[in-house]
């Protein structure tokens, strides 16, 4: 589901070597696709991933009106990056490459180079949605951290408060599991994607609507040993990310992927954001997929089965433009300081605290960088046929975010280099202004 979280050395010049991480997690699942018998899961590195009152009209209205603005800013960026994007893209070979910069609360740069489809003419659009894999987690934990703040849900709600009818069936350590454990790794779920026994494609066939599928999954995982105590240590899991979607799904009586598109997408004006593989079936009108065996760039055509399973939607399958995500990442580099309308500061200050220690917050690696004046956020995603990654900056009101559509190493390489290189030449020129 995500790939390892890339690490910029503190200069910004690039990534060090694995032992020299400041920041290590295991490596993701293998993503089964309907080309190919499912692989062995296996673990390895892992970068990263009620009722209450509702605000009042005029407060909602005033915030609506507040995050159009900051979108409005960003509607018209006017630097070139294709020019640093390019040979990027060309010295890995990959089918597409897109970036963008927050910088100042508005887009300063959006760029996006190569094609759709490897060995197909058609240009990638800095319009065109990119999969963002395990970063859809901080989006997943912004969309409850709303709920907490419209008192649906609290940040020490359980999962037995939430689902008093399963209390009997599943294991009795998870009854107490809180919201804010499962948001920060800490629930004692494993780090396996599958309950015992499931294949993805059992997941593909669970019967019934997405939220009838996610609460399924749920009954599995709550009668599935936990892997360590819960609160005892970080586990990364996106499993756990599961079970709180369908939290929030229970309180509001709406599937995960109704209220992050009315409650996150909507007022954010994301306008490209959807959920698993990008494009229409037969057509290449969005970037296709792509895994690379050896040389040979394997294209994979747009389906329902063309992503990991919808039931696991809010550990990671968000797909939107790179405008749109940065978007996004704006409301969060100047959420803790400004009114910017989606959250209240000290909302958007819990979302990006390490609440148990540690290096991960709320969706959200923590990490501190000299090129960010100290303290950055970050989280990369991957369901190992696209590669995304976004390193924000709060100290500099600054933020970078790109993503490919090609999974595995050498689409990570090229990701962090590009980041590198747009740190280097935003950074280093506001400097010298």
Known sequence: MNARISQLNSDGRGSPPMKQRVLRWRRPERKWTSSRPPPRMRAGRENVAAAGSMRSSLLLFLGIFNLLTISSRGAAPNEDIDRLLDPIRKQHDLPALAAAVVQGGRTVAIGAVGFRKYGEHVKVTSADPFHIGSCTKSMTATLIGLLVEQGRLSWDTTIANVFPELSSSMQPQYQD??????????????????????????????????????????????????????????????????????????????????????????????????????GTPGKIDQPWQHTLEGTNHHAIAPGPRSDNPPVIGPAGTVHCSLGDWAKYAAVHVRGETNRVGLLKPETFRKLHTPMFGGDYAFGWGVANRNWGGGRVLTHNGSNNQNFAVVWMAPLRDFAVLVATNQGGDEAAKACDETAAALITEFLASRKRD
């Open 177 to 278: 599991v809180t919201l804010e454990q499962l948001l920060s790794h800490r629930g004692g779920f494993p780090h396996e994607t599958l309950p015992p026994g499931k294949t993805f494609p059992d997941l593909h066939n669970l019967p019934g609507t997405r939220r009838e599928q996610r609460r399924a999954y749920l009954e599995l995982a709550l009668r599935s040993p936990p892997e360590a105590r819960p609160g005892e240590k970080h586990i990364y899991s996106n499993m756990g990310y599961v079970v709180a979607g369908a939290m929030a799904e229970k309180a509001m009586n709406a599937s995960w992927e109704d209220l992050m598109t009315r409650m996150l997408f909507k007022p954010l004006g994301m306008t490209s954001a959807g959920f698993g593989a990008m």
